[in-house]
């Protein structure tokens, strides 16, 4: 199906001329298993090798390229002494300088009297010119470049070996149709494609390794676009699918909402409309739905899934955590007290006898509403008439992973949860080929959370302080201390934890619990239920309380070492405090060295409690890469295009793709044809398989 004049690109790393066994692995985990990664993978710097013609042109400390005479080898007495070569440069002294040498090779490689091209960092050595270990030794200038690309390397490759590597690559590119369009190529001073890629990795200057170079932008464009025509023809795709249509024939929703103890706020209201209009429509309903810390996913979740329930149909949550599970399981029961709604739960604690019995009825349709986590999805479960399959969440299911949840039943409708508010920008990127509806309200009685910064050096005084407060309070007073992240390492976080765990033990003796994820899954759980029930005061952890869990009478949050979170994080784990009645406050410790993105985001955290608005900031700040943890998820990594500075050119090509695929939505132009090719090579051949032949 690929376009042969891609084959090229497409071969493995391996085929690449002069590429061995153990390079190509090297390649391979650096950039990836084919050609095209190889010549995607841009440089992120450039070594500037000017050709100096006399001494006082010479800039010392910096690289440089001259004609060196050879006049004398000083072969040193011992090993540990540095081989010297001394010779001239425009009838000026100058020294070549080599430790680790072989004198045989020196020898050999610069012959007495014979002129040579040297390159590399030109310093003093004891008031004279010299060099150490030049990095070039030529006898044609035309094999030292003036303007040479720096890549990003991983240990055991050299810079020279993937640079001689990528011009390898880069021989192979093919020239192929134009999928852009001319007018607006001409607009924004693009090139073709083939031109702005080879403009890429041979920059002239530090400016055209930014995203703003005319070269990278058009590059960056093309990833855009095909990222946005491969959403939406997953979108068209899914609004092909016929979907399963709910008819109300019960009214277990409509009660359910009256009896609750609470208004529902205006956001809520306009999202359950919108998921109602979808659920009663014939189309496959694939939906996101992005609600701030505390705006109320979960009564929006169970009205959905009672939707199902009152067509005749089943329903499924499917939450990240067994805790996040339980705590579903525990709030839907509550809330459907005395209704004739079967609800249960599935993890992968359920075994044996127990998970059979709930797997027959779910089979026979006994259960209404199934909690859990991956485990409701496993090949033996078998429900009976699924309808709605709900995510919370859940960032790590891509497109592709998003279709493969709803076959347990032909048409069944999605609904996809999550509390981390996510930019515009990656929502573009990210969740194109769904519908969006935004929790954008908190109910009213919402305490907003007090945020303070504190320095790390006064961590003392803040457990003492804490402690008169539990102590001497009218009301009940709970604390969350979270341990930071270090080097992004699990065993480092569990010896933070525990040593935090230790000196507030020293304090509050008994009444101080630690849960960590290396714990097994019911000893975090009997921890998490005595902090639940008010048996202990604090509560460390790492960050596994930071999404969904939910204790009322939490009002503080400790956030050690906050300078190293992202803002997403640290929003999400602010939104663990301040969901009771009373006022809550969140203490962010930093150390002392402070970085300018670190100072800027604690400043937002202290001003801002708008996750939408952090969510922006922390985009501006990080940049995507490190986002939500990117790599880690369902986002895409792009390898071109820089969502911070590219989002305008994103727009455009969600809009650009939008229009071609109305006029040509097979495409069979001739435009359509070529862009068929720029989805290839952006290797979406899933995509492509969902037009219509033809």
């Known amino acids: 199906m690929r376009p042969e004049s891609l084959n090229g690109l497409f071969r493995q790393v391996s085929q690449i001329n002069g590429v061995g066994p153990k390079t190509s692995k090297l390649i391979e985990s650096l950039c990836g298993p084919y050609i095209v990664d190889v010549v995607f993978s841009l440089p992120s710097g450039v070594n500037y090798r000017p050709l100096y013609k006399n001494e006082f042109e010479i800039r010392l400390g910096q690289l440089g390229t001259i004609p060196f005479l050879v006049e004398k080898h000083i072969k040193p007495p011992k090993k540990n002494i540095p081989y010297k070569i001394q010779g001239s440069f425009n009838s000026c002294d100058f020294e070549l300088v080599f430790f680790n040498y072989h004198a045989d090779y020196l020898s050999k490689k610069l012959c007495v009297g014979k002129t040579y091209f040297i390159s590399g960092k030109i310093e003093k050595f004891a008031g004279k010119l010299g060099m150490l270990h030049p990095d070039y030794i030529v006898n044609d200038l035309k094999e030292i470049p003036e303007y040479e690309a720096i890549y990003p390397l991983t240990a055991g490759l050299s810079g020279k070996v993937l640079s001689k590597s990528i011009s390898q690559a880069l021989a192979c590119l093919p020239n192929l149709p134009e999928w852009q369009d001319l007018p607006?190529?001409?607009?924004?001073?693009?090139?073709?494609?083939?031109?702005?890629?080879?403009?890429?990795?041979?920059?002239?200057?530090?400016?055209?390794?930014?995203?703003?170079?005319?070269?990278?932008?058009?590059?960056?464009?093309?990833?855009?676009?095909?990222?946005?025509?491969?959403?939406?023809?997953?979108?068209?795709?899914?609004?092909?699918?016929?979907?399963?249509?709910?008819?109300?024939?019960?009214?277990?929703?409509?009660?359910?909402?009256?009896?609750?103890?609470?208004?529902?706020?205006?956001?809520?209201?306009?999202?359950?409309?919108?998921?109602?209009?979808?659920?009663?429509?014939?189309?496959?309903?694939?939906?996101?739905?992005?609600?701030?810390?505390?705006?109320?996913k979960t009564v929006v979740a169970l009205a959905s899934l009672l939707m199902a329930v009152d067509s005749g149909y089943q329903g499924v949550i499917m939450a990240p955590t067994d805790i996040l599970a339980q705590q579903h399981f525990l709030s839907f029961e509550k809330m459907l007290q005395g209704i004739d709604v079967s609800v249960a739960l599935l993890t992968g604690r359920e075994k044996g006898k127990k998970r059979n019995l709930i797997l027959e009825k779910l089979k026979s349709g006994e259960i209404d509403i199934l909690i859990g986590t991956h485990a409701v999805f496993t090949t033996d479960v078998e429900y009976q008439k699924l309808g709605l399959v709900v995510i919370d969440e859940q960032h790590k299911f891509g497109v592709q992973q998003r279709l493969a949840l709803t076959r347990k039943q032909k048409g069944v409708n999605l609904l996809v949860m999550t509390a981390t508010p996510i930019p515009r920008t990656l929502a573009l990127t990210t969740y194109g080929d769904m519908d969006i509806s935004l929790l954008d309200e908190k109910p009213k009685n919402r305490i907003p959370v007090e945020t303070k910064v504190i320095s790390s050096e006064k961590v003392q005084e803040v457990m003492e302080k804490l402690f008169h407060k539990i102590k001497n309070s009218s009301e009940k007073v709970q604390v969350y201390w979270v341990c930071p992240l270090v080097q992004e390492s699990e065993k480092m976080d569990l010896i933070a934890a525990e040593k935090r765990f230790d000196s507030l033990k020293e304090i509050f003796k008994d009444r101080v619990g630690l849960v960590h994820g290396k714990m097994k899954g019911i000893e975090k759980d009997a921890v998490m239920e005595k902090f639940k029930s008010g048996d202990l005061d604090v509560l460390v952890s790492t960050t596994v309380i930071e999404v969904g869990v939910d204790v009322p009478t939490a009002s503080v949050i400790v956030i050690e070492g906050a300078e190293r979170f992202g803002l997403a994080g640290l929003h999400q784990l602010r939104g663990r405090v301040g969901r009771g009645g009373s006022k809550s406050i969140c203490l962010l410790l930093h150390g002392k060295k402070l970085?300018?993105?670190?100072?800027?985001?604690?400043?937002?955290?202290?001003?801002?409690?708008?996750?939408?608005?952090?969510?922006?900031?922390?985009?501006?700040?990080?940049?995507?890469?490190?986002?939500?943890?990117?790599?880690?998820?369902?986002?895409?990594?792009?390898?071109?295009?820089?969502?911070?500075?590219?989002?305008?050119?994103?727009?455009?090509?969600?809009?650009?793709?939008?229009t071609i695929l109305t006029l040509d939505p097979n495409l069979q132009s001739e435009r359509g044809k070529a862009l068929r090719t720029l989805l290839y090579l952006f290797q979406k051949e899933t995509e492509i398989l969902t037009l219509k032949a033809g």
């Open 595 to 658: 970085s300018e993105t670190a100072i800027a985001r604690l400043k937002v955290m202290r001003e801002s409690e708008n996750g939408f608005v952090i969510a922006e900031e922390d985009l501006r700040l990080r940049g995507a890469g490190e986002l939500l943890g990117v790599r880690q998820s369902g986002l895409p990594v792009f390898k071109m295009a820089d969502l911070a500075m590219h989002y305008q050119l994103l727009a455009t090509a969600a809009q650009d793709a939008k």
């Open 184 to 296: 607006f190529m001409k607009k924004q001073g693009f090139q073709d494609w083939k031109t702005s890629l080879l403009k890429s990795h041979h920059p002239k200057s530090s400016y055209d390794l930014l995203p703003t170079s005319n070269a990278r932008k058009r590059l960056a464009y093309d990833e855009l676009l095909a990222n946005q025509l491969a959403l939406f023809l997953a979108r068209s795709h899914h609004k092909r699918q016929k979907g399963i249509c709910f008819e109300k024939i019960k009214n277990y929703e409509e009660e359910v909402l009256k009896r609750l103890p609470f208004e529902l706020t205006g956001a809520q209201m306009r999202v359950i409309q919108e998921i109602r209009n979808d659920l009663m429509s014939s189309d496959k309903m694939i939906r996101l739905l992005q609600g701030d810390v505390g705006s109320g």
